[in-house]
């Protein structure tokens, strides 16, 4: 395994339950709590039609309504239950993961269930960039894209989500990016090129060439 050095910088996202809810992360959390919200809704429109229906002395259309009642209350139950594990499943995955910036390169890692690494050499990150809504600003929060090709795609970048103080978080990254960036053409700059033979050098190896040629 190759040595990348020292962990210069390191990210990790934090969770706010908040600014989730208006993340694209944040979706099947949202999807569990339109689920609780419509199975309420219901399960009061139920509330509100009980008494009438008991007026109706109809024991089928009574019978059918405590049926439905039931399925509602089991509906709320299993949605407020998928809602919490969706929080829970959300924070645990945050936790896995990391962004650790080397001198040379950026790593990426998940380690929550499967595992997942990723390495990007800072040559290859063709652009860094700071994405802030105005809910972003107003919370401290934002995402940060890393680029790995001239075509500005969500295929072609790495995206930071849910990054705390990001402007400062960009501020170093990108440093530390042009940093690295600068070394390796530096280091490409000074590679050792054979030096060319001087004139007596090239004499000289003819010499036991020719040599090694007539002995033979």
């Known amino acids: ?5 020292e962990v210069l910088y390191e990210l990790k996202p934090k969770y706010d339950f908040i600014y989730e809810m208006m993340m694209p992360t944040g979706k099947k959390t949202k999807s569990a709590l339109m689920g609780i919200i419509v199975s309420v809704i219901i399960k009061v429109i139920l509330s509100l039609l009980r008494s009438y229906i008991v007026n109706m002395n109809n024991e089928l259309a ?24 969706r929080i829970v499943m959300q924070v645990l ?28 050499e800072y040559p290859n990150i063709k652009e ?14 934002g995402v940060i894209i890393l680029y790995t090709s001239a075509e500005k795609t969500f ?3 790495t995206i930071i989500y849910a990054i705390k103080d990001t402007q400062n978080h960009y501020n170093e990254i990108e440093k530390l990016i042009h940093a690295g960036r600068s070394e390796n053409v530096q280091q490409v700059q000074n590679e050792e090129v054979p030096e060319e033979l001087t004139h007596d050098e ?6 036991v060439n020719n040599n090694i040629d007539s002995n033979e």
């Open 62 to 85: 009574l019978s059918v309504y405590n049926v439905i009642n039931i399925l509602m209350i089991v509906v709320i139950v299993f949605s407020i239950i998928l809602f919490i594990a």
């Open 202 to 207: 090239f004499k000289e190896k003819i010499s």
């Open 128 to 141: 860094v960039e700071i994405r802030r809504t105005v809910m972003d600003r107003i919370m401290n929060y």
């Open 155 to 157: 295929g072609n970048a």
């Open 1 to 5: 395994m190759e040595d990348k050095g």
């Open 93 to 120: 995955e945050y936790k896995g993961m990391s962004y650790k910036f080397y001198k040379n390169c950026m790593v990426f890692e998940n380690n929550f269930l499967s595992q997942t690494k990723k390495t990007i």
